[in-house]
């Protein structure tokens, strides 16, 4: 086993640690950088508004994807794709497409 597939099984549990947490309290996260963004935002006077602005949406999206990882039965969703049932997924029970 190489140096690479020895650190992935390490952080594996890591890893779903952090989108059982992203779950649970994504709203607080998302709060919490809103907060972070307009003290930033003030602070810089907003000279990086659309800068700040973008990175705040990407850092959410990246939350969003950790906190889908997991549906409420906590099992893992495929990584590139949506979870049925969501938005733009295959709701549940409809066969696959041929």
Do not use: C, W
Not at 86 to 97: E, K, L, S
């Amino acid at each position: 086993m190489g140096f690479l597939d020895n650190l992935k099984a390490k952080l594996s549990p890591a890893k779903d640690k952090v989108g059982d947490l992203a779950h649970q309290h994504g709203h607080k996260i998302d709060q919490g950088l809103d907060k972070a963004a307009r003290t930033v935002d003030q602070k810089t006077k907003g000279k990086y508004s659309d800068k700040i602005e973008s990175g705040t949406k990407k850092a959410k999206e990246a939350v969003e994807r950790l906190s889908h990882k997991h549906d409420e039965g906590g099992t893992k969703h495929d990584e590139g794709g949506t979870p049925p049932g969501t938005p733009g997924g295959t709701p549940p029970g409809t066969p696959p497409a041929s």
